[in-house]
């Protein structure tokens, strides 16, 4: 039996001192060590607790109301400075992840913020309430997007939101749907009555069951004396009464122990995280009971600022005449005097400003940059029912839309958290279904979608739609997985860490065995009904011999016999067959007489250290094994009709991938390379992507390596390359 993984945690209900600026977050560093004593590893404090909660802000009117709030600004802090860093140190001192609430100053306004700190004293996270709650937004401003993440800490994947955030489903949605494990939740405490510690308890415990996860609740305590105190009259002390819930719960929706419900005091529990998939296996709601092709969520994950474009100093309060001397950096022929106080940072705070300026405007950028800038960075979407739907889930690349640029159709990543930050955006199409495409909210191209195709309505003999079988994928392409299960698929030790082949079918998107005469009936459909020119073939790797060569031998076949002499094309649909080099030569010209082709063996990655981190079980096929079937598949197929996919980003560095290519192109293989887009649900869907300034150094040269070979996209008969629609390579391919 494996062994428990037991987490400690402890919730503060903890009395503020409201006549100090210092006085809460002695009390917060005496907790903290307090809660390390009873081996803790995870703390929650309440409610913008440091300095304290603007009880005050509940029963006065605004017009009385201005020297006591401009105290609260005189006593809340600035992040990062002396109280973070005073909280940092204690975290690392006590080897404990600690959440805080925090009156966050930032020059004239103030914000409720969220401040994780990791057990070595990192700062993880700080995120500001998106939404002050009726009398709050006299003395908060607003958050944005940008703190809704879930992050990896010393005791697991942790998420927080406060009060009445918890009554946006939405944000609380976005958190579950980034895997959270325990949720850190805090509320003010005593304030409203008790009927507030009810519906906070109803809140916390649904909060539980939905997301499948630990929730450690904290509130404030007020005494009789401070009550008094905060109350203007006497009649108004019962809005202090009551209101106070400290608690933790189970993910089944249970007290881990009896909640604190009164009183200043330490609430400590051991939360047994394996009950997480026991609850997860019943009720997952952001995967097996999750419905996102009717139901999903947009969020825009941007940090918003009032102008864009500013470089951003890294304090929050201004710097004195000392610190704003200049430093001198110079990058190629310009310089900028650096007006960053950690100057051992400058590299990260100015240089990349300073490269951004020098980028072509993207009013005149050329289109190949623009459709990379784009499959690199994603693109956030108005009407998301907008031409052809999405994909989700599936072999090979997902989590894509289809747009049309400049005549050119791409797949553009719409679902990764990438493409929620995206600086893209464009409008909901109008009448004429042309969209307008923003950067940073600023118009720059009227783009389109590729309509829902029509074949997309019919149903095989045996009730089966049409589109479980096969999608359209960019303009005019027919793409399917033949079988939709591999050998290697769903376990940690073989499985390829962004491949979602299992999603797909487990979200009842598609079939798991399509037929011969199923996909010759589609693709026969789909050539006279919306016009596609060719097909992509892949499946599922189901044993360790031809490894899908068979499979796709039957089904090029039954496509063949069923579109021969239909739409123009006398020898019927070109097809690309796609799969891992099979254990004998003999099955390319098999698959080459049953009507394949072009051939698509995928390497990945080119480093062979990188597949066998990324990719365990196919990295069994080694890198050589993978050159000598190449040469092989093209004694059969020809020059530029085999090709491979690699995935930018990772890990292989640029000069690894074009000495690759170069081999690959001297072979005759096509190295159709495309930037890295993580997918949702798999075990890199929060890695990043490539930029386009990487996209871009590594594209052009491989370009022009093409051209000099031989290979160009427009001459591949079937297939990924041929399509073009996940990478701008073919726009690079200039002489």
């Not at 907790?31 to 004593?37: G, K, Q, S």
């Not at 992040?79 to 009156?103: E, F, H, R, S, Y």
């Not at 499946?539 to 899908?548: L, Q, S």
């Amino acid at each position: 039996m494996p062994a428990k993984n037991i987490v400690r945690v402890a919730a503060a209900q903890l009395n503020p001192v409201l006549d100090s600026a210092t006085g809460t977050v002695d009390k917060v560093l005496k907790a903290i060590a307090d809660a390390a004593i009873e081996g803790a590893q995870l703390i929650v404090f309440p409610e913008t607790v440091v300095p304290y909660y603007p009880y005050f802000s509940f029963v006065m009117p605004a017009v009385s109301m201005g020297a006591t709030h401009l105290k609260l600004y005189e006593d809340s802090p600035i992040i990062p400075g002396p109280v973070t860093d005073a909280i940092a140190a204690a975290a690392k001192a006590a080897g404990i992840v600690v959440v805080l609430g925090v009156n966050e100053r930032d020059h004239g306004t103030l914000y409720n913020a969220q401040v994780i700190f990791d057990a070595d004293g990192t700062m993880l996270l700080k995120r500001r309430k998106i939404t002050p709650t009726y009398h709050e937004r006299m003395i908060w401003g607003m958050g944005d997007g940008s703190g809704l993440k879930v992050v990896d800490s010393a005791v697991g994947r942790i998420g927080a939101l406060a009060c009445w955030e918890h009554y946006n489903p939405l944000a609380r949605y976005a958190l579950m749907a980034q895997h959270e494990e325990i949720h850190c939740s805090q509320f003010p405490g005593s304030l409203v009555g008790p009927i507030f510690a009810d519906q906070m308890e109803v809140t916390m415990r649904h909060h539980a069951l939905e997301s499948g996860c630990f929730v450690v609740n904290a509130t404030a305590w007020l005494t009789p004396e401070q009550k008094r105190g905060q109350a203007p009259t006497p009649e108004l002390e019962k809005a202090f009464a009551g209101g106070c819930y400290t608690a933790i719960i189970t993910p089944e929706g249970r007290h881990v122990v009896e909640p604190l419900r009164d009183g200043e005091g330490l609430l400590i529990a051991d939360c047994d995280m394996a009950l997480i998939t026991k609850r997860k296996r019943m009720m997952d709601s952001v995967g097996h009971y999750a419905r996102p092709e009717l139901l999903s969520l947009v969020l825009d994950a941007r940090a918003t600022a009032p102008v864009s474009g500013l470089p951003t100093p890294e304090v929050s309060m201004p710097l004195s005449v000392a610190e704003t001397q200049p430093l001198v950096h110079r990058i190629q022929t310009g310089s900028s005097p650096c007006p960053t106080r950690a100057r051992r940072r400058c590299a990260d705070s100015c240089l990349k400003p300073l490269l951004i300026t020098q980028e072509p405007s993207m009013e005149t950028a050329t289109t190949s940059q623009l459709l990379t800038e784009l499959q690199s960075q994603g693109l956030r979407l108005a009407d998301a029912s907008a031409g052809a739907p999405s994909r989700r889930g599936g072999a090979g690349p997902s989590d894509h839309k289809a747009v049309t640029i400049d005549g050119r159709t791409i797949m553009v990543p719409v679902h990764s958290a990438g493409a929620m930050a995206s600086v893209y955006e464009v409008s909901a199409p109008g009448a004429d279904g042309k969209a307008t495409l923003k950067r940073n909210t600023i118009p720059i191209k009227e783009i389109s979608f590729p309509k829902q195709p029509r074949f997309y309505k019919m149903q095989t003999f045996d009730g089966v739609p049409y589109w479980k079988i096969a999608t359209l994928h960019g303009a005019d392409v027919l793409a399917t997985t033949v079988l939709q299960t591999c050998v290697r698929y769903g376990r940690r030790s073989t499985s390829c860490q962004f491949c979602a082949i299992g999603e797909s079918l487990a979200g009842g998107r598609t079939i798991n065995r399509k037929t011969p005469e199923q996909l010759g009936e589609v693709a026969r459909a789909a050539m006279l009904l919306d016009g596609i020119k060719h097909m992509v073939m892949t499946t599922g790797t189901p044993n360790f011999t031809d490894r899908g060569a068979e499979i796709l031998c039957e089904s090029a076949f039954g496509v063949k016999a069923a579109t021969v002499a239909h739409a123009g094309f006398a020898s019927g649909l070109p097809i690309q067959a796609q799969c891992e080099p099979p254990d004998d030569a003999r099955w390319y010209q098999r698959m080459k007489n049953a009507g394949v082709d072009a051939l698509g063996m995928h390497i990945e990655a080119v480093t062979q250290s990188v597949r066998e981190q990324i990719m365990p079980g196919k990295a069994t096929v080694n890198i050589e094994q993978y050159l000598t079937a190449f040469a092989d598949a093209v004694q059969v197929f020809g020059r530029g009709q085999v090709s491979t996919y690699i995935l930018y980003g990772l890990g292989d560095t640029r000069e690894a991938v074009l000495e690759m290519s170069a081999k690959l192109i001297a072979l005759g293989v096509y190295p159709f390379v495309v930037p890295f887009v993580p997918i949702q649900g798999t075990p890199l869907q929060d890695q990043r992507s490539p930029n386009p300034v990487e996209m871009r150094e590594l594209l052009e040269p491989l370009g022009k390596m093409l051209v000099a070979g031989g290979l160009k996209s427009a001459d591949i008969k079937a297939g990924c390359g041929k399509c073009g629609a996940c990478s701008s390579l073919s726009a690079y391919e200039k002489a």
